[in-house]
């Protein structure tokens, strides 16, 4: 269950970064971020309750926060990757970068996967390497990488710092992660010379990416605290798949046939991890 959790929640991430990098291409990715944010503020504090009977302690709800402020810079450096380079490699650099540091974090805390699940782990890695597309255009590219590097990282700081929220805190370290965050954006964005509040024809996928993002926040939480953090941070680094693959339907990018077994690969990792 915790593993199947965790690939929803991979799917949900990668829809949510596509409508995201997409409604980025019309405003500012610090904008589009601060709205989502907004929005899934007001989503995440009226369900909480329902996931706990009172507030999380103090030290949950700072875990969250500090995990909030590194997701959403995280976030803004990945919706303008995916407005400015090529999602299909962008995507999955910020995956492997944000996936091997929280797996190193769970072997240093003392988590053993099983056998299988290595494997699985050692097959993700051939898959993600697959994934990008050959660039056509060098300097994009490598902006795609540099940018994807520094999402990996705050991405997988993100997932380090929630997973160290107790099992009885609910949804709350949520709250507080988008409280910090939209805070930490309200700031930001005067300071970048950015609009605020986006126009009002993005709100809707503004709103859509909120809610996808969110809900992928959530059932990331629920899985961390059943497994290994090493074994959902793999399954979760997958989500670059249906990001190619909604930028390959939407917008027409083309997959080589490199991508095509990337994807197997890929599905073959999570195969054996869910295994193990």
Known sequence: MPLLLAGLSSFTF????????FVTRRAAAVTVVWGSHLVSLGAVVAVAPLFSDGLAGEAALWWGAAA????????????????TTPAAV????AAVVGTSLPVVFGVIVG??????????????????????????DRGSA????????????????????????????GLWPLVS???ASFLLLTIAAPVLRRPLVAPRAAWPLIAVAALLDMAANVLFLLAVRQELLSLVAVIMSLYPASTIALARVVLGERM???QILGLVLAAGAVGLIALG
């Open 14 to 21: 990668g829809v949510a970064d596509f409508v995201g990098g």
């Open 68 to 83: 909030g402020i590194a997701g959403s810079i995280g976030l803004v450096v990945f919706y303008h990757a995916l407005a």
């Open 90 to 93: 962008v995507a999955p650099v």
């Open 111 to 136: 988590e053993r996967p099983e056998p299988v699940a290595w494997l699985g782990m050692a097959l993700a890695v051939p898959a993600l390497a697959l994934l990008p597309s050959g660039p056509r």
């Open 142 to 169: 490598t902006r795609g990488v540099w940018l994807g590097v520094a999402t990996g990282v705050a991405f997988a700081l993100f997932g380090i710092l929630i997973s160290r929220t107790g099992t009885d805190s």
């Open 177 to 179: 992660a988008r409280v």
């Open 256 to 258: 080589a046939g490199r």
